[in-house]
């Protein structure tokens, strides 16, 4: 049950970091943050019920003999196990995870145990999360009635094995005899204002983003606005989106489309066209029964610093209920999806993989995407009255850490597989420690992008001591 004297002791040592030692009203308020630790109790008790449920085993075990005989490193154990892995190596994890028992597990046979994990798995952990999260929270941010979804590309680098080549693909450098470096392509469609990663994808890499995106719409709804850059710019998937009740902002290129070359040159900030398909586009719509009769669209000017101009393309195209000037924005409020894969990239580290083979990199792939949007829906959701209140007594807006709440995440996990019974004091001391290291917002800060090659590594998996 939820300890009120425990959660008063937090607020009071809450106060006196804020240097506020008799704030009696936003103490009497912080009691009823009981809905949010409630809400977040309620959260994690369906993941826990969902990876410890007997019909999750049998749906997502690779054999029907897989997981039958009660092993130290069992269907349940080797999901939280994989969902809690951190940067040290496996053998260090796996010695940290039997700590509390006279047991020693080796890599090879954990390597074994997680052959027989169907890696979807944490993709359907995800989705229920996230249906849940829709669902029942209080606090779901949107823009005029729209879920903002970032639809954004990524490529990864693997280390070297055959296997991994066949599946992911390679190429070979003009340098150092024709080296064999293997890339993935990822995808995401992020929620970009409550920063949640509804749908992820990694395919070969030669796939193209435009058919990652088209993979991503049955996962949203007709209440989602799409926003994308100039690599989704294309008459078919438009037609598609528009055909699904679904709006979008996208950024063209003006030496692609010639009504958008023909808008640059001219002075206007914005205009109504009618785009009808060309003949592979044509082609392109047919291949997927999509509608070929031509879209009423609305092309946006945007200047930006340098002193050039962008192009938007949107069929938003009531320019009193949707300006310019919101429409600019809009396509700003895209770039956490940028910044999700460099979260995903250097601080939870997804190309630091724990194997070797496809179904390890698959699983990976998806327990980091699973972790990352565990920690951004309980960080956000247990500090927003905390946060509140120190962007009303301060002069400048602050935030949370993502990345300490990342790391942190692993502490509720392996309480998680303990037991319900302290959660409570675990999501406590959770939010507790994030609210003392929250991050200043500095709006409109740019820095000069300096174009150089950095080499990185290619064959072989990061170092972990």
């Excluded at 970091?17 to 009823?32: A, D, H, P, Y």
């Excluded at 994690?44 to 003999?65: A, P, Q, S, W």
């Amino acid at each position: 049950m939820f300890n009120p004297d425990y959660q008063c002791r937090l607020v009071k040592e809450f106060l006196l970091f804020l240097g506020k030692k008799r704030e009696r009203s936003f103490f009497e308020n912080n009691l009823t943050t009981i809905k949010s630790f409630s809400f977040s109790k309620d959260f994690l008790k369906l993941l826990k019920n969902n990876i410890e449920n007997g019909l999750t085993r049998d749906r997502f075990r690779t054999t029907n003999t897989a997981f039958v005989r009660q092993r130290c490193l069992g269907f349940t154990d080797l999901i939280y196990f994989v969902l809690g892995l951190g940067k040290s190596s496996v053998q260090q994890e796996l010695d940290n995870f039997f700590s509390d028992k006279s047991v020693s597990y080796s890599k090879g046979a954990f390597s074994q145990q997680r052959s027989k994990l169907n890696p979807k798995v944490f993709t359907w952990l995800n989705e229920q999360q996230c249906s849940f999260y829709y669902n029942k929270a209080s606090h779901i941010r949107k823009w005029k009635g729209f879920r903002l979804i970032g639809i954004d590309g990524s490529t990864l680098q693997l280390p070297y094995s055959k296997e991994l080549a066949k599946g992911f693909g390679h190429f070979e450098t003009r340098t150092e005899n024709g080296r064999k470096v293997v890339l993935a392509r990822v995808s995401q469609a992020y929620d970009v204002l409550n920063q949640i990663s509804i749908d992820a994808k990694i395919k070969h890499y030669r796939t193209s983003e435009l058919a990652l995106c088209e993979s991503h719409l049955p996962c949203l709804g007709p209440g989602d606005l799409l926003i994308m850059d100039r690599a989704y710019a294309a008459f078919w998937l438009m037609s598609s989106l528009v055909q699904q009740q679904k709006s979008f902002v996208i950024r063209v290129k003006a030496n692609r489309w010639k009504h958008a070359k023909a808008f640059l040159a001219s002075t206007q900030k914005r205009q109504i066209i009618e785009v009808s398909p060309s003949k592979e586009a044509l082609n392109r719509c047919r291949e997927r029964n999509i509608s070929t009769e031509a879209l009423k669209l609305r092309l946006v000017r945007v200047p930006i610093a340098s002193g050039e101009d962008h192009i938007l393309i949107t069929n938003l195209v009531d320019h009193k209920k949707y300006p310019v000037k919101e429409i600019r924005e809009l396509y700003r409020k895209r770039w956490p999806v940028e910044e999700s894969f460099k979260l995903l990239k250097t601080r939870a580290e997804l190309e630091n993989l724990s194997g070797k083979t496809a179904r390890a990199v698959l699983q990976d792939f998806n327990r980091i995407i699973l972790r990352a949007n565990l920690s951004n829906i309980l960080s956000k959701t247990l500090t927003k009255k905390g946060i509140d209140y120190c962007n009303k007594k301060r002069k400048n807006t602050y935030q949370i850490n993502r990345t300490q709440a990342y790391r942190k995440t692993k502490s509720i996990i392996d309480q998680l597989k303990q037991g319900m019974d302290k959660i409570i004091g675990k999501i406590s001391d959770y939010a507790f420690k994030l609210l003392l290291q929250l991050e200043i917002i500095r709006p409109n800060r740019s820095v000069p992008r300096i174009k150089r090659y950095t080499a990185r590594p290619s064959n072989f998996i990061t170092y972990k001591p």
